[in-house]
């Protein structure tokens, strides 16, 4: 964990997350600065001190960069050239990870994509609990520092978030199901009703909450979405062939008056809805699990991925020992409910265990 005297912190576009995340930061004991391109906004930062300054240097210790997809790897790297601090540590918020992660190379830097938002949009949605209760994903790679890991999971953990790790390449395969394609959806519903609505202006005052619960992201700041999309063409264009598919069965069940296979549609999708894991919160009841960890690549990314996979949420990670040489212990802290699991999970993968209360 970074020590109180290098608390120092620069956030990189200062939209609704950027600005949420330096919010988020300050209220935990971070000094932050920040930018972004339209200056205006820097010094409406200021005003509402959400930052205290606007100039990056080598006594920041954490960069995040909070920027449309695109250009998110460029910034990443000019920031990393232009830094001499082998502590540093850099992230992004982007909802597309795996031509970002390609295209970094420094071990300094750790992808990352907060999956939470709002309809509001800029400085004036910005909110320090934004990430309570969020899930955080976080996408190490084989040159992963053990160190880099733990540390930027402990920040995310003292702003509130759940972390979860997963590969670049499944996190944009996932999240196109997850986030990209319910986006497009809402959006298509929303416009079409829209358009409806033109020849019958009663259609909106009927409105249902189902309606309103289904388009409710629709809302969201479009300017950053053309990026994300495009960036994850080839996973969503997969998810929406696929919901095609399913839309289509829908309809032919309809035309043939199938109620059979309406009612497994809906029943199927009432039992999945209701099994949808809620939002972990940090339990009291903790287990510690001490895992030997090797020095070779790809160690702390393999541990990491077993507990998400598990859905088992690790609320704490910690260096017991310096993984260097022959490698390390890590110590994490997981509810004590699901510890034999991931006890059980990672001897089978051949690492040694204890687990201690």
């Not at 920041?60 to 790897?73: D, F, I, Q, W």
């Not at 996190?171 to 019958?200: C, K, T």
């Not at 999945?272 to 510690?288: D, F, T």
């Not at 017991?320 to 059980?344: K, N, R």
Request: glycine share 8%.
């Amino acid at each position: 964990m970074t020590s109180p005297g290098s608390r120092r912190a620069h956030v990189v576009g200062l939209g609704l997350i950027g600005a949420s995340v330096a919010l988020a930061l300050g209220s935990t004991g971070w000094t932050v600065t920040g930018e972004d391109l339209i200056e205006e906004t820097v010094e409406a930062a200021l005003d509402s001190d959400i930052i205290v300054g606007g100039k990056f240097s080598d006594e920041h210790t954490l960069v995040v960069v909070a920027t449309p997809a695109g250009s998110v790897a460029d910034l990443v790297n000019e920031t990393l050239r232009s830094a001499s601090n082998p502590g540093l540590i850099v992230t992004d918020v982007a909802g597309v990870k795996s031509a970002i992660v390609a295209d970094v190379h420094d071990p300094r830097f750790l992808g990352g994509h907060p999956m939470t938002g709002s309809e509001l949009r800029g400085l004036k949605g910005a909110r320090a609990d934004l990430f309570q209760g969020c899930n955080w994903v976080l996408t190490p790679t084989d040159a992963t520092q053990p160190v880099v890991y733990s540390t930027l999971h402990g920040i995310l953990r003292e702003i509130g978030a759940n972390v979860v790790a997963v590969s670049a390449e499944d996190h944009d395969r996932l999240v196109a199901l997850a986030s990209h394609v319910p986006h497009l959806l809402a959006g298509a519903l929303m416009n079409e009703a829209a358009e409806a609505a033109e020849q019958d202006a009663v259609l909106l005052q009927l409105a249902a909450g189902g309606f309103r619960d289904m388009t409710r992201i629709a809302a969201g700041d479009p300017t950053i979405w053309p990026d994300v999309l495009f960036e994850n063409h080839v996973a969503i264009t997969r998810t929406l062939e696929a919901l095609e598919a399913r839309l289509d069965e829908l309809r032919e069940a309809l035309a043939h008056n199938q109620r059979s296979a309406v009612e497994r549609s809906l029943k199927t999708a009432s039992e999945a809805r209701r099994q949808l894991p809620g939002r972990a919160l940090s339990s009291e009841n903790l287990s510690y699990i001490r895992v030997v960890i090797s020095d070779q690549p790809g160690s702390l990314a393999t541990v990491t991925k077993a507990a998400s996979e598990l859905l088992i949420n690790i609320y704490d990670i910690e260096i017991a020992h310096g993984i260097e040489g022959l490698g390390g212990t890590l110590l994490l802290a997981v509810d004590a409910q699901q510890a034999e699991t991931l006890s059980d999970a990672l001897v089978g993968l051949d690492f040694k265990v204890a687990r201690e209360k």
